[in-house]
């Protein structure tokens, strides 16, 4: 692929500021919803609720059906399981779910403007759109992006400033002694 301008360079580091940003509030999002789900759906069933007759900041009750076993969340059956929450107040465990849903399109997108300006390959976008849903793998990604892009437009960057001082890369004189 080829590589991109030096002209893009202001416009890469404003998408890595943007994508760094997206990446981390993506991952504390996926990892309080992944709290969420396990305290929903395990034989605990309780939700986070906000305000309401439990006080300022509490756990309500879901009331499932005999049906839900702690299995038949994630295998589809023709018994239906039905969860129906006790709580009054602002559900929070909702907010997270919601909250995370709508910042992954941004995160998306943020992966979408570093990948597409960096002319990276395919695989690297997956990659990437995997740390919404992978715990943990957003914080990995964003360390490892960083330091990548980082690396690369300041060797892209030291390569331009020598060849507009007339002297070749340091590669190139090495090959020519």
């Not at 986070?48 to 299995?71: D, N, Q, R, Y």
Request: charged share 15%; aromatic share 14%.
């Amino acid at each position: 692929m080829p590589a991109p301008k030096l002209a893009t360079f202001p416009q890469i580091r404003g998408a890595l500021k943007f994508y760094q940003i997206a990446s981390v509030i993506t991952g504390v999002g996926l990892l309080l919803l992944v709290a969420e789900m396990i305290l929903k759906y395990t034989p605990l069933h309780v939700e986070l609720f906000l305000g309401g007759s439990g006080g300022f900041l509490w756990f309500a009750p879901v009331i499932a059906s005999p049906e839900c076993l702690w299995w038949s969340q994630f295998v589809p059956s023709a018994t239906a399981c039905e969860m129906i929450s006790s709580g009054d107040g602002i559900n929070l465990s909702l907010g997270i779910l919601i909250a995370h849903g709508w910042f992954y399109v941004v995160y998306l997108f943020a992966c979408f403007r570093v990948w597409s300006l960096m002319r990276w390959r395919f695989p690297r976008f997956l990659l990437l759109a995997g740390g919404g849903v992978v715990p943990f793998l957003s914080f990995f990604m964003e360390h490892r992006v960083a330091r990548d892009v980082k690396r690369y437009l300041a060797e892209r960057e030291a390569k331009a400033a020598a060849r507009a001082a007339g002297n070749p890369p340091a590669e190139t004189q090495e090959v020519a002694s």
